[in-house]
Each structure stands twice: as C-alpha cells, then as structure tokens.
C-alpha cells in the first residue's frame, strides 16, 4: 500500500475504518472475528467498513510465523489441534466463521503429509495463515473491503474522534479503532547479556547473537568449524541446533536398531550449550487425544480453589499449586492403575477423589496406595525441572552419562504417549488448565509477592520446560548430536564469561569439573520476556511518550509489582494510560499484556472450541465494529476497573488454551 493510496482511503467519507497492527495469529483471529461479525449484518448498517491489516514483513502471517522461513524450523504442537478459523467447516466455501483446521488443510495440500499426530514447519502454519486469510477476504460482504498494509506503523497519535497512524514510507492513515497485536519485541541487550554484547563488539572475530526467532537470528553468518556457546536449552535452541545441522546439509538417519545417527556435512559449527537446569526440554508425549475432546479438571477447579476464600489476592504456593499439583498425581496415578487393574479401576480411583466443592483437599497419595499403586515414585515437579540440583561431577563424562540417560528415559515416556505414559499424562495437565490458571493469575489476582516470586519465579519455568516440549524427534536428534561430537551440552547452572586474557568467550558449568570451553560465538536461545519498558520499537516508544501504554503494576506501595505488560482493562482489552483513563478506541492483545495476564503467547485456538484466543478476538471485533460516540478519552471519564477484571473471564472447562 502506497502513499498515494493510503490519502484516498483517508479522504474517504462516511467509512468506518479500524487498523489491526500486527498479523501474526492473534491479529489474523481478529481480522477473522471482524469478517464473522461483519457477515452477520450484511446490509452494512449506516455506513461501510474497512479493515487495514498492518504487516511491514508478511501480511496475514506476521515475521514469525512467515511463509518463506526454512522448513527445518518446526511447531512444537500437533497439527490436528490447532485452527485459525472460529468454525468447523460446514459444508460451504471457507470463510470468516467456517474452514479446515490447520490439520485437515496440510492433508489436503500436501501429497507428502506425515500423517496424524505430525508436527508442522513453521512455514507451513504461516502458508495455512495465508490461506485463512484469502478464505476471510473472498467472503466478505458488500460493505467491507479488507487492504494488506505491508509497512510497520511508527506512530499513532488520537486525531479527531479517531486515530493517524504514521507509516513507515512516510504516510499518514487515519482510522477510528486501532488494535494492537504487535507481538514480539527484541529489546537490546542489559545486564551480562549487554556485557557479552560489548565484549563481542571490542573483539571483531567474537559475535553476540541475541535471543529472537532463530529465522531472523543470522545463522549463516557462523563459520563452519567455528565453536558456538548456545545460552539456553528450550525450543529457540532446538531450533538453532536443527539450523547448525540439517541447515548446514547435514543428515540423520536410522541405525539398524531404530536410533538416529547424525552424518556431518563438515559444514556445521561445533555446540556448546547450557542452561540452569542443564538439561534439554523434554518431548511432548505421542499424541493419543483428539484435538475436539478438551480434558475436564476433577480437582482443580475455580469453584474448589475459590471456596470459602475471602476475596482478594491468592497465594499462587499456599492456595493454588496443591490443588494443580492433586490434579496431576490424580492423571498420574490413575494412568497407571489403569495399566495394572484395568480402566474400571481407574475410573474408580477417580469418582473416590471427585470430592464435592467445599470439602478439603483430598490426599491422592493414600487414595492411590489404597488402589494398589504405593510402590509408584510421587510426581515431583521440582526433580523433573531440574534433575540435576545439588549433584556435581568429577568430569564432563560424568555428567554426559547421567544427561544421555535421562534422554533416554524421557523418550521411552514421550514414545508411550500422552494418554499411557503416567509422566506424560500427568504433565499434561499442565497445558489443559492454563485456562484455570488464568482466572487466578490474571490482574493482580495473586498477592504481587506471590505473582512475582512464586508464580513468574518458580512455577512459569517450571511448567515451561515440563509443558512446551519439541517432537520426540528433536531430543532423538539431541542424543545422535551429542554421540557424533557436533553438540555438548555443559552442565547444569552454564555460566557464560567474557575472556580478557584469551580474547575468547569462557563457558562451563560449577558443577562439572573441568567443563570450561572457549567459545567463538555466544547466542542467547532464549525469547526475551516481555517488557513495555525496554521494547525498542518506534511504535512503543511514542505510546509510552505519549502515556497512552503503560506498565501494569500489581498491588501499592513497598509491596507493589511493576510487571512490564502493558496495563489493559478486562475484555475488549483497552489501555489505561498514565492518567489511569482506559482509551475506549484503542484494544492491545496477545505479548505486549503478558504478566498483565498470563500465558499471550499462545497461538492459536483448538477446532471447533472457543477458547480464550477466540473469546478475546470476538469482544474486540464487536465492540470495534461499533458505531457512534468518539473513543472516551475525557477527563471524566471512570478509572478501568482492572482489578475487577477477572471477573470478567470465561471459566467454561470447556475452554483450553493450546
């Protein structure tokens, strides 16, 4: 979209114009809750519609997600369980409201699709993001016209009743909604992340390579031969591994007893990895459950953590976690008296602990050894997340023996799946109540203490590492890596140093003797958090300057928690600025409001399910459709009622956010 276009549409009169910044998968859900709505009114109302879907890399599909990354980058979530459209398909063409889930299209498109339960490249899910939005386009009504904007917005300023929104070829567009869903930011380095930074910066053979999408990372830049420090074993580190590796031309192949093997190409760099735990994220279990079946808590619901509770703050440790933490050992046990009594035994192993709302916490330890089961080891969260706490070793053989068995062991648990591994089964549970979760962690539901130690401290990296796995196959890759040499991963607490006297980078592990490396290139594999302070953006910068964006602060006083998301009202999700006034014509939605809310990072909703992601996009399209008075930006207007805001969400255990 031009300049030259851009003023005609401006000069337009009578349209209702509304801007959706951003077009990874919550500003395309938008887009499509726009289209949906806007289908139900098809005479138009008093006046026409149109929608700018603002995008400066790919529209429709937004910078991580985009079509044209290589395919070796791969979704760590199972196809069949993930659609962009907020219907099934109903027998019509594809359209706002109706259409395939991600699944069923990648079947239907790709002669070479891997079959059920399989794992897409990210290119692929951005190519179905494309399709879902040409479905949108093609079954619009009459009155609204849908315009791909590729250039990113640098400015927004409320401008006569509405919004002008400053492009960046120098444009202006004006507009009477905005929507902001401007996704991931990359903040410059701080702390020992800018010390590695500026040492790389004095020293022109070292490079600092900071956390991002590994797509936009430069990984061709790193010489083959060269040895690469890799801070972090999450997702972003399977992803550069799998680029340093099949990316360079090298090969995996079975050995006769099934394993991976890695052929090098020759052209791969040489690993070294470390994090805190030491340990590589596990696998996501087999899939073994339909995408359309959500899991019902037994336990762990609101109405049981709630119960008898005076309103106010929770503790997330004291009020919260034992009734997830009974959840899981209920999935735990009962997963394995099932394996040895049957699933009637089971079945009443969980109507037992169905206790009525109001009674106490039952114990689902005795429960369990009453059903015969006492010799199984309890679930221990903390064990899982970091195996290796308190231990050291007097070699880096040492600590490499213990690590390949525990790979081993964790693929022997992904292998047997999500419904008949007792671990992996139970450990699900950690993704299926995020929606319980959410309602008590969301706008200063926790005591900002507890918000910030217990729940962003202790239980986020917990749940992230136990919940957000790869494919079995990247920890198979993992083992075959380590086995040819190309990867080591150091050891536990991986403190990464700058070199003064050798000019190198120095990476090692306290608790492994004599694990230090020199090291060539350090790159951070970990997605920065986000922060409306530190995000560097354009766009940001004059949000903040302006007071529109804030920080939302959890609690007053020497207790108070500034927690970097941007402030919101409940749904539709307006900003509250620094005069504490909630901007009515202004909705941000998805990264920039987390630890405002918890978990926006989540992409997509389930088929057919209307998850929190759905809820979310269709409040903001229905009140943005809405015609009439200018955006509330006067001096009377009423504080946003934040803490009241959880009040406002949508408790269905129907609801499941992926």
């Not at 700018?52 to 760590?76: A, H, K, T």
């Not at 399977?238 to 007893?257: H, L, N, Q, S």
């Not at 369990?368 to 050291?392: C, I």
């Not at 790869?470 to 070199?499: H, K, M, N, S």
Request: hydrophobic letters at 40%; charged letters at 20%.
């Amino acid at each position: 979209m031009g300049t030259t276009v851009a003023r005609g549409l401006r000069d337009a009169v009578g349209v209702h114009r509304i801007a959706v910044v951003g077009s990874g998968p919550r500003g395309l859900s938008v887009v499509e809750r726009l289209a949906a709505r806007a289908a139900e009114a098809p005479d138009g109302g008093d006046r026409p519609v149109e929608i700018y879907l603002i995008d400066p890399v790919e529209v429709g599909c937004g910078r991580v997600w985009r079509s044209d990354q290589p395919e070796w980058f791969m979704m760590n979530t199972v196809a069949d369980e993930i659609s962009a459209f907020s219907g099934i398909p109903d027998g019509g063409p594809s359209r706002a409201g109706s259409g395939p889930s991600f699944g069923q299209w990648w079947r239907a498109t790709d002669a070479d699709h891997p079959g059920p339960g399989s794992y897409a490249p990210r290119a692929v899910y951005g190519r179905y993001m494309r399709y879902v939005l040409s479905a949108v386009r093609s079954g619009l009504p009459d009155h609204v016209r849908l315009h791909e904007v590729r250039l990113s917005v640098e400015d927004l300023v409320p401008a006569g009743g509405g919004y002008r929104l400053g492009l960046s070829d120098g444009s202006r567009l004006s507009v009477d909604r905005v929507v902001l869903t401007t996704g991931h930011a990359r903040p410059e380095p701080s702390g020992e992340q800018k010390v590695l930074a500026d040492f790389a910066d004095a020293h022109p053979h070292l490079r600092y390579v900071r956390g991002d999408s590994a797509a936009d990372m430069g990984l061709d830049e790193v010489p083959a031969g060269s040895t690469v420090g890799i801070l972090g074993l999450g997702l972003a580190f399977y992803d550069v591994m799998a680029a340093f590796t099949i990316g360079r031309g090298g090969r995996f192949k079975e050995d006769a007893e099934g394993r991976l093997t890695y052929l090098p190409s020759g052209d791969e760099p040489l690993l070294v990895a470390g994090s805190r735990s030491g340990m590589p994220l596990p696998a996501r279990g087999r899939n073994q459950k339909s995408a359309t079946d959500p899991y019902r808590p037994v336990l762990f619901t609101p109405e049981r953590v709630r119960h008898g509770r005076a309103d106010g703050p929770l503790d997330f440790k004291g009020d919260v976690l034992p009734w997830l933490q009974a959840e899981m050992d209920l999935v735990y046990y009962a997963t394995e008296i099932r394996h040895r009594a049957g699933a009637a035994a089971a079945q009443a192993f969980g109507a037992e602990l169905a206790v009525p709302v109001g009674d106490p916490l039952p114990d689902v330890a005795a429960a369990a050894a009453r059903h015969g089961v006492a010799d199984l080891a309890p679930l221990d969260m903390d064990a899982l997340a970091r195996p290796f706490t308190g231990r050291s070793y007097p070699d880096h053989a040492a600590f490499e023996r213990e690590l390949l068995d525990l790979l081993r062991q964790d693929l022997e648990q992904a292998a047997r799946g999500n419904v008949d591994s007792p671990v992996k089964a139970a450990l699900d549970v950690l993704r299926d109540t995020r929606w319980v979760i959410r309602q008590f962690v969301d706008f200063s539901g926790l005591a900002p203490r507890s918000h910030r130690e217990d729940f962003l401290g202790w239980y986020v990296p917990r749940s992230s590492f136990l919940a957000a796995g790869p494919p079995r196959v990247r920890l198979e890759q993992t083992v075959a890596l380590i086995a040819a040499g190309v990867l080591r991963i150091v050891g536990p607490g991986t403190r990464f140093a700058p070199d003064p006297a050798g000019g190198r980078f120095l990476v090692h592990s306290p608790q492994v003797a004599g694990s230090h490396r020199a090291v060539d290139t350090v790159l951070d594999a970990r997605i920065p958090s986000p922060d409306v302070h530190r995000d560097p953006s354009s766009l940001t910068g004059r949000l903040r300057e302006q007071g529109i964006w804030t920080s939302y602060v959890n609690g007053e006083g020497p207790e108070a928690f500034d927690t970097g998301g941007v402030a919101v009202t409940a749904s539709p999700y307006h900003p509250v600025g620094g005069d504490g006034r909630a901007d009515t014509g202004l909705y941000v939605l998805g990264i920039p409001t987390e630890h405002t809310r918890w978990f926006m990072q989540a992409g997509s909703s389930r088929p057919g399910i209307w998850s929190d992601f759905v809820y979310d996009a269709d409040a903001i399209a229905g009140h943005a459709l809405t015609r009439g008075s200018a955006p509330d930006r006067a001096a009377g207007a009423e504080p946003a009622p934040l803490r009241a805001a959880a009040a406002a969400l949508t408790g269905s255990p129907c609801l499941q956010g992926i």
